[in-house]
């Protein structure tokens, strides 16, 4: 029996996604990297700004000049004038690209600065 014969019979389940049942240290391992990655993907480099009309706050990520990143929470969503508008006409509030009023704190904040014109690629723990 090979060592990789072993590994997957100490470890059954699908070969491209092993469970390290075996191997703890391993495994312990890849779950602190996946929440590493999944805090940077979520929240690296993000900025809470305010919508200076609804007073929503929303997470932002400029990565470019034409690209922005934007979390919407509940309570964002429900302060929102414009979504309101969408939903009470029976729209689909989550086809708008973004609220134009949002859009326009956006580069205000990005104009005073708050919001850097590309934000940093950095993983909040301090990783990359």
């Given at each position: ?87 009470e006409a ?22 005073e600065g ?8 950095e993983d ?5």
């Amino acid at each position: 029996m090979t060592r990789a014969d072993e590994r997957d019979a100490a470890a059954p389940g699908w070969a491209k996604a092993p469970q390290w049942s075996h191997d703890p240290d391993r495994a312990a391992a890849i779950a602190d990297a996946t929440a590493r990655d999944r805090r940077h993907y979520l929240a690296g480099g993000m900025t809470d700004i305010e919508c200076r009309t609804c007073h929503a706050h929303v997470m932002v990520k400029k990565t470019g000049a034409h690209h922005t990143s934007v979390q919407w929470n509940d309570d964002a969503q429900a302060r929102c004038a414009q979504i309101a508008e969408i939903r009470e006409a029976g729209g689909n509030a989550a086809l708008l690209p973004t609220c134009p009023r949002l859009s326009a704190s956006i580069d205000h904040g990005v104009a005073e600065g708050i919001i850097p014109a590309e934000s940093p690629d950095e993983d909040p723990d301090g990783y990359w």
